[in-house]
């Protein structure tokens, strides 16, 4: 699981920082933090950005994007879906995951007033919104197909005025903007949350 592995990056990485700190500090100063750290960093990020490419390729992530970008029409089999639903399960674990490291590392940087331009931070930055661009684009897809998968199932209780339609897709919008709120950013969860009321309309 790729996301197994960006976790072990990120925790590898992390116990480097936490355990060069305190001496960079004591003998360099804290402003040498930011210099001592550039290469781990660079390394992290470069690692990281190895198995995000891997991941789109083996999941196909940007062959799906395309299409969706193109209106092509995907099929969307009972076997299809739930793997597209995984792929996006493992997206956001995945952004959660460097999002919690991207704080870890700006509070060891805090007291560096250089540190919110740092390449360093702005590279996983870049990293977490090319990933979550295609993650807000498949999920919103993900949501369309899954109500149309609903319409088609549709069954109404003869004694009822409401059809079973409306919870499904209430269901399946609930589902996809908790899952957005999930990967830990504000970005993707507020982009999904304005998604999902433009499907409600």
Not at 27 to 41: C, E, R
């Amino acid at each position: 699981m790729f996301a197994d592995t960006l976790t072990r990056l990120f925790e590898d990485t992390a116990r480097i920082v936490e355990d060069c700190q305190i001496v960079i500090a004591s003998a360099y100063g804290t402003d040498s933090l930011i210099q001592v750290l550039s290469p781990v960093q660079e390394e992290c990020i470069r690692q990281a950005r190895s198995t995000l490419n891997n991941f789109l390729q083996t999941r196909n992530v940007i062959d799906i994007s395309c299409a969706v970008n193109n209106k092509n029409t995907l099929s969307q089999t009972e076997q299809e879906q739930p793997k597209l639903d995984q792929v996006l399960e493992e997206m956001v674990i995945m952004n959660s995951r460097a999002e919690l490291y991207t704080n870890f590392i700006k509070r060891k940087l805090q007291q560096d007033d250089a540190s919110s331009n740092w390449e360093g931070i702005l590279g996983m930055n870049m990293l977490q919104q090319e990933a979550m661009g295609h993650y807000i684009l498949l999920e919103t897809h993900f949501i369309k197909q899954s109500i149309l998968k609903a319409v088609s199932l549709e069954t109404r209780n003869k004694k009822s005025l409401v059809s079973s339609l409306v919870d499904d897709s209430c269901y399946l919008i609930q589902k996809s903007v908790n899952r957005a709120i999930s990967s830990r950013s504000t970005d993707t969860a507020c982009a999904m949350i304005n998604n999902a009321a433009s499907i409600y309309q």
